[in-house]
């Protein structure tokens, strides 16, 4: 929670210094951006590893949407006493982490 309070800060800053013209601001902001872009696509990588488009006995997760991800992966790295592979994989992701990977996943073409 902490972490999300400290982006939007940080965005809120670089908003309000983009708009008195900071073009520095700007491009930092940018690079910011296009970091989190490919740290969600790095990490939703592992995901489509096994949840592929018509896979034989995981289900793909196309056409589901980022709050759907979201709370299943939340529900699995919440589950202490799970011993799936889910519950491995999800308790090693942060809150923020979830978050992208949703966001990344929903976002894919074909869904």
Known sequence: M???ARIVGV???FSVLIACG??????EADVAGARDLD??????AACTGCHVKDGAAIADLGGRSA???KASLTAYHAETGGASVM???ARGYSDADIR???AHL????GR
């Open 87 to 89: 519950h491995r994989i």
């Open 22 to 27: 900071g073009a520095d601001a700007k491009a």
């Open 67 to 69: 709050d759907e991800i």
């Open 100 to 102: 992208l990977i949703a």
């Open 11 to 13: 965005m809120a800053a």
């Open 39 to 44: 740290r969600a696509a790095t990490l939703a």
């Open 2 to 4: 902490i972490a999300v």
């Open 106 to 109: 929903a976002a894919r073409e």
